[in-house]
Nanobody, 117 residues
């Protein structure tokens, strides 16, 4: 059974940084694309970033390009999201997902990120 456990969320001032982590359990981590989505209050879940199995290819939402970096450590079965220059509009619950480059089909419970002014 696949289990994804996010951590690292919290309260940060605008302009600050946070690093989210997602530990994966249950199947061979290095075989799957990993990604991050987020959902703000009253809004639909939206794509943030994704990374291929070896980390050789990544993609980002336009809203986070140049500020967020996705990475993975296959030896630790963990994917990361380094978030810099945080803005108020980055406030959301961040979810880690696992699957293919075209669809993530397993999800964690989410971690709250709150950016204050």
């Amino acid at each position: 059974q696949v289990q994804l456990v996010e951590s690292g969320g919290g309260l940060v001032q605008a302009g600050g940084s946070l690093r989210l982590s997602c530990a994966a359990f249950g199947r061979t981590f290095s075989r799957y694309t990993m990604g991050w989505f987020r959902q703000a209050p009253g809004k639909e879940r939206e794509f943030v970033a994704a990374i291929t199995t070896t980390g050789g290819n990544t993609k980002y939402a336009d809203s986070v390009k140049g500020r967020f970096t996705i990475s993975r450590d296959n030896a630790k079965n963990t994917v990361y999201l380094q978030m810099n220059s945080l803005k108020l509009e980055d406030t959301a619950v961040y979810y880690c997902g696992q699957g293919t480059w075209y669809q993530l089909n397993y999800w964690g419970q989410g971690t709250q990120v709150t950016v204050s002014s």
